[in-house]
């Protein structure tokens, strides 16, 4: 299987500047070609190609949870809940990058607009910044299309195509994991938005416990302990679910989760206060891994990422119907 470039390996002990002595972030915005000639064979070819999760050492991380909590599930299961929340929400972005190369990530729909205020474009997804674009090897989107719950060749809410990109700057000079998570405004049809189809996921902002039991989504095509291949290759929803603890690396924090799953994952939901409903908050992105263990890593969404959710959410998408050549077939 061809593999993409690794990304950014951080050796242990490596720190960043003090976020209080760094300048103030900016954003950085891509507006997305339309996609094109995404064929059923195309479509495999990105699906052995997931975008490689960067491998990291954090420098601390808080104690393990005490015995008589409920421990974290380390090994991915399969998702159940096909065409409701939350799985209607989360879905696989296939990528085609500036040098044409093709990949995968996972997104979710997230609630942008809100009805009974008459604002928001009802049009946006997050996802991991590492998987839009990525100063160490390179990569940048130039198009990409969102299959939100596909169960193996299943896409049953359709394909839909990105318009915009949205991630800070911190991110896209200096792959900074404290900002490795993005927004993409995706077209809408004449039909409605996304958020019309599938309804969104909230977000919490700014999470302050230090554990917190949630679940961890993604379209993961590999796993430890040695990053074996799924036999599916990413096409099946994983999840893992548990308590979080916090970790440090240059001086950030960092929500982790034990977790098997690995390339593929990125940009995944860590969701919290899921309530039978099938709805909660979601309080991080799955972006980085630990180096040599079945633990993933998010970044807190904090109030940049607030900020950047707002500025998202006020895009004015245009209108484009599902392109005729975007075709999904088993």
């Not at 099938?278 to 891994?289: K, W």
Request: contains cysteine; positive net charge.
């Amino acid at each position: 299987m061809t593999t993409l470039p690794a990304s950014l390996l951080l050796a242990a002990g490596l720190s960043s500047p003090a976020r209080a002595a760094a300048p103030a972030p900016s954003p950085v915005a891509e507006t997305l070609e339309a996609p094109g000639g995404w064929t059923a064979e195309r479509m495999r070819r990105a699906e052995a190609n997931p975008r490689d999760m960067p491998e990291r050492t954090a420098r601390a991380e808080a104690a393990k949870p005490k015995p008589k909590q409920v421990p974290a599930i380390t090994k991915a299961v399969v998702a159940k809940g096909h065409r409701k929340a939350p799985l209607k929400q989360i879905g696989r972005l296939y990528i085609t990058g500036e040098d044409g190369r093709v990949a995968t990530c996972t997104g979710t729909v997230v609630n942008s607009a809100y009805p009974e205020r008459g604002r928001g474009n009802g049009s946006v997804l997050l996802t991991a910044a590492h998987c839009l674009q990525d100063p160490a090897d390179g990569w940048n989107a130039r198009s990409l299309v969102f299959a939100p719950d596909l169960d193996r060749t299943a896409t049953p809410h359709g394909l839909w195509s990105g318009y915009r990109t949205l991630m800070w700057s911190p991110w896209a000079e200096n792959a900074d994991p404290s900002f490795d998570y993005a927004f993409v405004a995706l077209f809408k049809r004449s039909s409605g938005t996304i958020q019309q189809t599938t309804n969104g996921q909230s977000m919490r902002f700014g999470m302050k416990k230090p554990k917190t039991w949630l679940r961890l989504y993604g379209y993961a095509v590999q796993h430890y302990p040695r990053n074996q291949n799924y036999p599916d290759e990413g096409t099946v929803l994983r999840m893992c679910k548990g308590r979080t603890s916090t970790a440090t690396l240059g001086g950030d924090r960092f929500s982790t989760l034990k977790c098997d799953m690995s390339h593929g994952a990125s940009g995944g939901p860590l969701i919290a206060d899921l309530k039978k409903s099938g709805y909660g908050r979601i309080v991080g992105v799955t972006s980085f891994r630990k180096q040599g263990a079945a633990r993933l890593y998010s970044p807190i969404l904090d109030k940049w990422a607030k900020d950047l959710f707002f500025r998202i959410r006020t895009v004015r998408v245009p209108v484009q119907e599902a392109p005729q050549d975007v075709v999904r077939a088993p």
